[in-house]
């Protein structure tokens, strides 16, 4: 049980992670420019696009990985409930749904990167 929280909790940190060095990378583009340039003109430096991608990259693939462990544990917890108590199959379909939604969180986080770089 404690290995399964441990690894929860660095997945959480891991995206959390990755998108507050992305956001620092993005939204402070004046740190890398040599000169002061409007904001709608000055392009975004070629180490900036591959930092943001790779930030977007692995925070779906993080949200993908930990959604896909979390719904594996639920959904076999879930199934050995429902073999004794087919009443609760309405709190195993949340309880999976709630897993599921680590991978829309890193999704979302993607869209994000994914807009202030384009």
Do not use: C
């Not at 639920?74 to 199934?79: L, R, W, Y």
Request: glycine residues 12%; proline residues 4%; hydrophobic residues 65%.
């Amino acid at each position: 049980m404690n290995r399964q929280i441990l690894f929860a909790g660095v997945m959480v940190l891991g995206v959390a992670l990755l998108a507050g060095i992305s956001s620092l990378l993005l939204w402070q583009p004046g740190a890398i420019a040599s000169e002061v340039v409007a904001p709608e003109v000055m392009p975004i430096h070629p180490d900036v696009l591959r930092w943001g991608y790779l930030a977007a990259a692995l925070a779906t693939m993080v949200g993908s990985v930990a959604a896909a462990y979390a719904v594996a544990t639920i959904g076999a917890a879930a199934v050995g409930a429902l073999a004794e108590k087919p009443e609760l199959f309405g709190r195993m379909v949340i309880l999976v749904g709630l897993a599921e939604g680590i991978a829309i969180y890193g999704l979302i986080i993607s869209v994000l990167i994914l807009n202030r770089l384009g």
